[in-house]
């Protein structure tokens, strides 16, 4: 009985401390998040009730949750970092954060998480900044539903949506990510999971990797981004089901593979991009049930890359289906659905009984001389690649789908 | 003018020949749409044909028509009329009536298809403009040639050899160019080339509309000011009118100086 009573006495001690709040509002005690903070007591709540609080460099060193109410306002005053979280365990809901300083040394951040673990920061919004959520040596955090729309204008003055450094573990779900540089940046970041979120308008890439493995990025879109999405120096990606529409321009592409080992692209849809997927130096890829739809190049292939598969994809009224620049190949295309194919099937088996060469010579002179693209879809070349299709002499003779499809897969 | 003009329409409307041109259009317009089923695929197969036929059955009938009529036209100089008038509405009875072959038979198999409700319309409205544009060109081009020829024969070789040069072998060498001077700055080679050649404006007319993406993968200020904005189709309109002034101007001035 005792013991039992010393057991409540201590859950109910613990649980009061647990449940501790803290109002912060123009009008209450406490009128500053600094002082909020000061006063909290680990695993407290803070509540911000709706107002402006004009801080900067708001340091969350406990475990605390910081829950905003009606959206209020935190103005960084362009003076430099808004919040950094330095604890583990710590909530960030429903605040606004906006005026972050720009700085060419250091990289201020509207929301920073050093070091720290079980971080969750949800429904937030960041407008005006320089870095929005910036995570750094931190693992095992969530990031979910917040919306950063920036104003960048320029790459070398403007900052990353969402960063991660040196930061495992981490899920990134459901934000929308403007105008900023890159919307979602990855450098040395393994096993994260990066789901359903919007990137677009941005200056540089959508989404962005740099030397992460074993990630997973899942039903995103990227629209309309200066130079699409780039994945570089990483392996075991996974590309499952995202959407890459209108990156177009001179150095633009749906997705960008430079470096990419052992990944998977699966159920992807690439459209109007000037260049669907650019593939440098990346082996021993998957792709299988993509959708490449009125692309100026679907797929791209520079140099060095060897044994990738290309399987069941639907290329649908591309300009050029793929460019090649070298006449070794070493990657299979099989069961894909080609609109130019012009072959037939007489034993309707649903397999075209023709091969079908994906690459055109007219592809091949574009890349030695740029300007000829004005020359595409005239009679002339439409001749000369007839008679390259018949007899290769440019092209690789041996990068041909052996059993082109009749109809669209549909999986 | 108006009243040759409405004759000689009405003499080609009645004519075989239209209705044959009429009935092609129809067809491949019916069998495009119901086998494909694929309204954009439909336009681009669309744009090889009248990218390559519109020019080809222009020059054709222009010279057919000009030989044809010929003893009518001297019956019609003895006439006091302007000479100009007579030419200039002979020349535009056979390309509007060739104009209306294509856009009604083009047309009407795209409206029942449910064209006025899909995107795809303004495609197709460019699509009709240039191959209109085409045939006015081509007719002009192929009534200069037969004014300056009294041979028929040769002056049929002259209008296919026009048109295989202008749809193929143009496109040949301007690629041999390219290639040869592939060194140099060429964004503006190839525009101006472009411009030189009435079959490749109409085309890149069109590429502006579907091949957009692709286009703009080329590095290059004067491409991208050329493709980005409207600017590119503005130009290509202008000088899409220039190529009928021109030839027209030329059977004008042509027809008063000749002697029949």
């Known amino acids: 009985m005792n013991k039992l009573l010393v057991f409540v006495s201590i859950f109910l001690i613990t649980f009061s401390s647990v449940s501790q709040t803290v109002e912060v509002c123009k009008s209450c005690s406490v009128k500053s998040i600094k002082e909020a903070l000061t006063i909290a007591k680990d695993y407290d709540t803070i509540r911000l009730k709706k107002g402006t609080y004009k801080e900067h460099n708001i340091i969350i060193d406990k475990p605390i949750a910081i829950i905003g109410e009606d959206y209020p306002v935190i103005d960084g005053e362009s003076k430099g970092e808004v919040i950094t979280i330095i604890s583990d365990d710590v909530l960030l809901d429903g605040l606004f954060v906006i005026n972050v300083g720009t700085s060419y040394t250091e990289d201020y951040a509207a929301i920073r998480v050093r070091k720290s673990k079980n971080f969750v920061i949800q429904n937030v919004v960041l407008e005006k900044l320089f870095f929005g959520i910036y995570i750094e040596k931190s693992s095992y955090g969530k990031v979910y539903h917040n919306k950063i729309i920036g104003d960048a204008v320029e790459e070398y003055n403007s900052g990353n949506g969402i960063q991660l450094w040196y930061s495992n573990h981490i899920e990134i779900e459901h934000n929308y990510v403007e105008h900023v540089r890159d919307g979602i940046y990855l450098e040395f970041s393994d096993d994260c999971i990066i789901k359903n979120n919007v990137s677009a308008e941005n200056l540089r890439y959508g989404l962005h990797f740099m030397f992460s493995n074993d990630d997973l990025y899942q039903d995103n879109t990227f629209e309309n981004n200066g130079a699409g999405v780039a994945v570089m120096f990483s392996k075991k990606i996974k590309m499952l089901n995202n959407t890459f529409r209108e990156n177009w321009g001179t150095a633009s592409y749906g997705m960008l593979l430079k470096e990419i080992n052992d990944a998977e692209i699966i159920g992807n849809t690439f459209e109007e991009n000037t260049i669907g997927i650019n593939i440098e130096g990346s082996n021993r890829i998957t792709y299988k049930h993509n959708n490449f739809k009125n692309n100026g190049w679907a797929i791209k292939v520079r140099g060095a890359c060897y044994t990738n598969r290309f399987l069941e994809n639907n290329f649908l009224y591309n300009s050029f289906d793929i460019a090649y620049n070298s006449k070794v190949n070493d990657n299979v295309f099989d069961r894909n659905y080609w609109s130019n194919y012009t072959g037939y099937d007489l034993d309707k088996n649903g397999i075209g009984d023709v091969p079908y060469r994906p690459v055109k010579l007219f592809s091949y002179i574009v890349n030695r001389t740029p300007e000829t693209i004005i020359l595409l879809r005239s009679m002339f070349i439409d001749i000369i690649d007839f008679s390259e299709k018949i007899s290769p002499v440019f092209t690789p003779d041996n990068l041909l789908d052996n059993n082109p499809l009749i109809k669209k897969v549909s999986w | ?260």
Do not use: C, H
């Open chain 2, 1 to 260: 003018m108006l009243k040759i003009l409405k004759y000689s329409f009405f003499d080609l409307m009645r004519s075989r020949w239209s209705y044959v041109y009429f009935a092609f259009y129809l067809l491949l317009g019916i069998v495009l749409l119901f086998l494909n089923n694929d309204l954009s695929k439909a336009v681009i197969t669309l744009m090889n044909v009248i990218i390559v036929l519109v020019p080809l059955i222009g020059t054709i009938f222009g010279v057919m028509y000009y030989y044809n009529s010929k003893e009518f036209t001297e019956l019609l100089l003895a006439q006091p009329l302007k000479r100009s008038s007579i030419f200039l509405g002979q020349y535009l009875g056979v390309a509007l009536s060739l104009s209306m072959s294509l856009i009604l038979g083009l047309g009407i198999p795209f409206v029942f298809y449910g064209l006025l409700k899909s995107n795809a319309i303004w495609d197709f409205s460019l699509l009709l403009i240039t191959g209109t544009f085409l045939t006015l060109i081509f007719t002009a081009l192929a009534f200069n040639i037969a004014l300056s020829n009294e041979n028929k024969i040769k002056g049929f070789g002259y209008a296919i050899l026009l048109w295989l040069f202008l749809a193929i072998i143009y496109d040949g060498i301007f690629l041999m160019t390219l290639i040869l001077f592939e060194d140099y700055p060429l964004d503006k080679l190839s525009l101006i080339g472009t411009m030189l050649n009435p079959i490749d404006l109409s085309r890149t007319l069109i590429l502006l509309k579907l091949d957009i993406s692709a286009l703009l993968g080329y590095t290059g200020a004067v491409f991208k000011q050329f493709f980005g904005t409207s600017f590119g189709l503005i130009i290509s309109f202008i000088m899409l009118t220039v190529w009928v002034i021109l030839p027209v101007l030329r059977i004008v001035f042509k027809s008063k100086k000749k002697d029949f």
